[in-house]
């Protein structure tokens, strides 16, 4: 389009919009569009505004968590030079919260904060600064509604307020599994635009006594004994995860147990599937039949089919239950690639004893095209439900000791406490957090639909727009000789 000359064309007002840039990076551009006359200026501007003010679904004032420790301890410098200027663009009132201690963020939502007066709820941080908010926020609902949060059986209420998140951590797996990368101003704007997206949510329990909620990975084995290892190492930062899975690569302890899960008959899909979620639709494909009767074959079922339970006991490097792909920059396709967000189920992965080779195997098939499910030792089940008993018993002191961080000469194997094979027990990685008992079980995986949220949609088909509907924030009209600032693009309203 020609220039415009500021003298024919005076008056000026600047809209501000998303632009989908590269894979699925967002960035915000402007457009100025220069008028003759101020009043048709004015015109412009109001009619805009007022079209704004009509999307309900964007939030007009947020509660921010910041956890300063998370990551690379940038999360302050992440929300003060990244997020906070987008949230004033779009006029968004925010009250912000630097985190003092662990819990702060999950305490102050469950019991001080006063909800009402916002729209959602952000968190600055990575995967374990995301859990304490679903805390906050799912136990606060649950006990405002007289759910028995103890009890496996009960489905939980859904929350009603969304969470947010701006990835600050060192995995920030929920973050790039929903919104498919870890940028700041990518998340920003799907808070803003007030995108939302539903989330799988898994009660965990020990002796029908409530431990934790998990929306990503509840892994025993090979990532709990990572994470117990890395937690011991956190002035590395981020790289504390490649060094303790190294070492608990190299130390290959397996894991005695029975584990029994309700598969999910009445869905559409299974764990093998070609499709990729990151908008909670279930698409339907073909199945493969060969793989699923190969998964079938592998599996060493004792009890087949008792009540819709299937149980299966054995020795396992890893087991790994995925309610979402679990994708992160070290593995972009995640730990279960079809996963769904928001469809009910988790993906069961059981990794069977194998040689470290076979292992290595494994493990390198997440970072490359590679299926790594489809190999003899390891099988993948699409659930409701699960639980898993140790071989030995845990006793109530080892857990005391456990639940404070002390390494048990206990632990070792039983049969032979003199020599170095595996320990009796791992613990869970749950999302991030280290849960001391090996045995647990898993309610119904709930699924809020359209309630506990995060900001963020995708859609491969609105991929090509540049220019992306959604108006973020107006510079009103201003006349051009006093501001000369804003120049990038020239358009003329008709
Ligand atoms: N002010 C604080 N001081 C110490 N710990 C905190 C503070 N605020 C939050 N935490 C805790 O820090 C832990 C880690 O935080 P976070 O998840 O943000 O980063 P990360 O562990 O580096 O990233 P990721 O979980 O993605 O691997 C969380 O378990 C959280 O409870
Ligand atoms: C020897 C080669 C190893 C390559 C291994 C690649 C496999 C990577 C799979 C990573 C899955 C991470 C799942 C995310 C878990 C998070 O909940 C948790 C907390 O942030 N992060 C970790 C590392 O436990
Ligand atoms: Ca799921």
């Known amino acids: 389009m020609p220039q415009k000359s500021t003298e024919a064309y005076p008056y000026a007002f600047t809209v501000s919009y998303v632009e989908r840039v590269w894979q699925h990076r967002w960035r915000c551009s402007d457009v100025t569009f220069h008028c003759l006359e101020g009043a048709l200026c004015q015109q412009w501007v109001q009619t805009i505004r007022e079209q704004l003010t009509a999307l309900t679904s964007r ?20 929300y003060e030079q990244k997020v906070a200027p987008l949230f004033t663009l779009a006029s968004i009132s925010t009250d912000v919260i ?33 859990s304490e908010m679903v805390h906050g926020l799912v136990s606060r609902t649950q006990r405002d509604n007289g759910v028995d949060q103890n009890s496996p059986e009960e489905k939980l209420v859904p929350c009603t307020l969304r969470i947010g998140i701006i990835p600050a951590g060192s995995t920030d797996c929920i973050c790039y599994a929903t919104v498919g ?8 704007l799907h808070i803003i635009v007030g995108d939302a997206q539903p989330m799988d949510v898994c009660s965990v329990h020990h002796n029908n006594t409530f431990l934790r909620y998990s929306v990503s990975l509840l892994g025993y084995g090979f990532y709990g004994d990572v994470l ?21 690569f190299l130390t290959h302890h397996y894991y005695e147990g029975t584990v029994s899960f309700l598969p999910a008959t009445d869905i559409l899909g299974t764990p093998r599937d070609k499709t990729r979620c990151r908008a909670g639709y279930v698409l339907l494909y073909k199945c493969n039949l060969s793989n699923n009767i190969h998964n079938q074959l592998c599996s060493l079922v004792l009890y087949p089919h008792v009540w819709g339970w299937r149980v299966i006991r054995g020795k396992f ?30 993906d069961l992965i059981l990794v069977r004893q194998c040689s470290r080779f076979n292992f290595l195997r494994h493990l390198l098939r997440h970072t490359s095209k590679y ?36 390494r ?22 749950c999302d991030g957090e280290i849960l001391p008992h090996a045995a647990i079980e898993v309610g119904y995986v709930t699924t809020p639909y359209n309630l506990l949220c995060k900001y963020t949609v995708h859609s491969e088909s609105i991929q090509t727009h540049s220019l992306f509907p959604h108006f973020v924030t107006l510079q009103p009209c201003y006349k051009m000789d006093k501001i000369k600032t804003h120049q990038s693009t020239h358009n003329t309203p008709s």
């Open 98 to 130: 630097v985190t003092e201690h662990a819990n702060h963020a999950r305490d102050h939502l469950r019991t001080e904060a006063e909800l009402k007066q916002y729209d959602g709820v952000v968190c600055v941080g990575g995967d374990g600064m995301f």
């Open 181 to 188: 990368i870890n940028d700041p101003v990518t998340s920003a």
């Open 228 to 248: 117990a290892d890395s937690e011991r190492k956190r002035w590395m930062g981020p790289a504390r995860y490649d060094f303790s899975g190294f070492k608990t």
């Open 59 to 78: 939030p007009k004032h947020l509660l921010v968590y910041i956890n300063p420790y998370g990551g690379k301890q940038q999360g302050e410098r992440i």
């Open 408 to 429: 048990l000469f206990s632990q070792i194997c039983r049969d032979h406490p003199a020599c170095s094979c595996s320990p009796a027990y791992s613990s869970w990685n």
């Open 371 to 406: 299926d790594q499910f489809d190999m003899t030792f390891v099988e993948v089940h699409r659930v409701r439900r699960f639980r898993f008993t140790p071989r030995y018993c845990q006793s109530d002191s080892e857990l005391d000791l456990r639940e404070n961080g002390k």
């Open 317 to 346: 490097l890893a087991i790994n239950a995925a309610s979402m792909s679990c994708a992160c920059p070290r593995s972009p396709k995640g730990l279960s690639p079809a996963a769904h967000l928001a469809d009910g189920t988790t």
